[in-house]
Structures are given as C-alpha cells and as structure tokens.
C-alpha cells in the first residue's frame, strides 16, 4: 500500500468553509485524506426530524487508525454511514483527497457489527472475491488470487472452500476484514466489529487488527462505545458527546497497545476520557 501513501502525499490545499481562499500547494504538509467538515447529519420522519450529528469536523490522515468514541445513540453508525456516502450532511461536507463524497464507492469498505454480513451461499474465497468482481476491479483468477491473498493475511487460508455457517463469529469477522481489504480502499471503516464477540475473542481480534495494520497499514476509521478498545485499537481518538453528537475533544493514543490495559497511564486516560464523555456540556 505504499503507492495509497505516495497518492496521498501530494498537497492539493483544500478550500475550507465559506468564503475561504485557495491556498498555494504546500509540499511540507500532506492534505489529510479524509476531512469531516462541520457535519450534520439527520433522519427525517414524517412526524419529526432526528438530529444524529451536530457540526462534527475531523481529519485523518493516511495510514492513521482513528475512533470514533461515545456512547450509544450519539451518532458514530450515522457519521460511518455519511462517509461512505449513503447519508448525505444537513450541513458541512466530508471530503476524501481534496474531492467531495458524495455517493458510496470502492475507496470506502465498511465492515458492520453484525456476523450475517457475508452472503451464506457463497464460499468464503467467493465473499471476498465478490466485490472486487461486482466492481470489475479484477477478472476472476486475479480476484481470486488477491482473495487468497488476503484470506492468508487474517489466517483463513485453510478456510478459503467452506461456507460461512461452518465458521466461528471471530472468523466470520476475519473474513469481512479480508473482504474489506482485498479491495484496497482508501479508508476502511469499521462500525464496533468486535462488539458481538466474547471478551477473549474480541481481544485476540483487536491484537489481529493492529498486527494486520503493521503489515498493511491501511488508513482505519474505527468506531467503538468502549473506552478501552478506542485507547488499545486508535492512534487519535474523537470524543463524541451523547446525542446528538458533537467532537468534545481529540485524544493522542499512539502510546497505548494491548499491553498497556493494566498500566496507571492507560487508566488514568481511560478515565479523563470518561468524564471528557459523561461531564455535563456546561463545564466543557
Ligand atoms: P450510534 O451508532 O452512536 O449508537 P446512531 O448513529 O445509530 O448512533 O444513531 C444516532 C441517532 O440517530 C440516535 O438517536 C438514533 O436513534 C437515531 N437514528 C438512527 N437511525 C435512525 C433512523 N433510521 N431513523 C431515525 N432515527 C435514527
Ligand atoms: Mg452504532
């Protein structure tokens, strides 16, 4: 993936909010892949409009692994969903290299929560080759090489010929990891993938992440309600405030790894994250 980064590395200055000026091309700085600019997001019933995000704004850049954090109904399923281009913002705009999103494409993958994620007839090698030939990204030995590929990288290659009901929910999540990076997307997004698993698994498959984004390092956007598994799985953290969501600040978590849970410096973030999260909005 080292050309996604080379790609990236070129400044095309972005225009920022109304009235800005475009700026000459700064070849120090890299422009951030992905910018989330000022969104709102919202559901519009007919009775009543639900507002899910308030005025959120965000960079990632290339190769970073950043959470979204907070709690339940604050909006981070909404904000995955609007930047890979199925919800359009009430307000703002969300950009990936410099250009506006607009619609779903193949340099955005989700991976969601749920383990029904893969389609039960097709073999396991046949899920991850699907996308790339539903998208004509590759003929099919090609798909199917790249899918072994990536099916060997989460472990799975013994795994490639059997249906998905034949496998665990940790490996079922493996599979959509393949899935999502065999097609080599600018940002993966990923919406609690672990939240359904048991505690041992849902560790063993954080420490499978992080060991994959040092092989790969793919750009992550990861969304988790757990403190403990933003600190372990980010490198940044965006604090969301409960509903509707708004950033109420941005955590450095390069220090922490699986290895740092028990320490007094990952439990003492750990709790300044809790109470940034649960204070109320009048003493931020
Ligand atoms: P999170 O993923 O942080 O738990 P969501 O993004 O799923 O939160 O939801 C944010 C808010 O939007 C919640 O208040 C939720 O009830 C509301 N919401 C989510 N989906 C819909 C929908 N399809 N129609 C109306 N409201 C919705
Ligand atoms: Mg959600």
Known sequence: MAELVLRNAVSAAPLRGPGAVAQPLRA???????????????????????????????????????????????????????????????????????????????????????????????????????????????????????????????GLSKFADVHPHQLSGGMKQRVAIARALAMQPRVLLMDEPFAALDALTRRKMQEELLALWDEVRFTLLFVTHSIEEALVVGSRIALLSPHPGRMRAEINSHAFDLHSTGGAEFQATAQRIHHLLFEEETSV
């Open 28 to 154: 120090t700085v890299p422009q951030p892949l992905l910018q989330v600019d000022g969104v709102s997001l919202e559901y519009r019933t007919p009775e009543r409009v639900v507002r899910a995000t308030h005025r959120v704004g965000f960079d990632v850049h290339a190769a970073e692994r950043y959470v979204l954090l907070g709690p339940s109904g604050c909006g981070k399923s909404t904000l995955l969903k609007a930047i890979a281009g199925f919800i359009p913002p009430v307000e703002g705009e969300i950009r990936l290299d410099g250009r506006r999103v607009t619609a779903p494409g193949p340099d955005r993958i989700v991976v969601f929560q749920e383990f029904d994620q893969l389609p039960p007839w097709k073999t396991v090698r046949e899920n991850v080759m699907f996308p790339l030939l539903a998208s004509r990204t590759l003929p099919r030995k090609e798909a199917s090489e790249r899918a072994l590929h990536y099916l060997d990288k989460v």
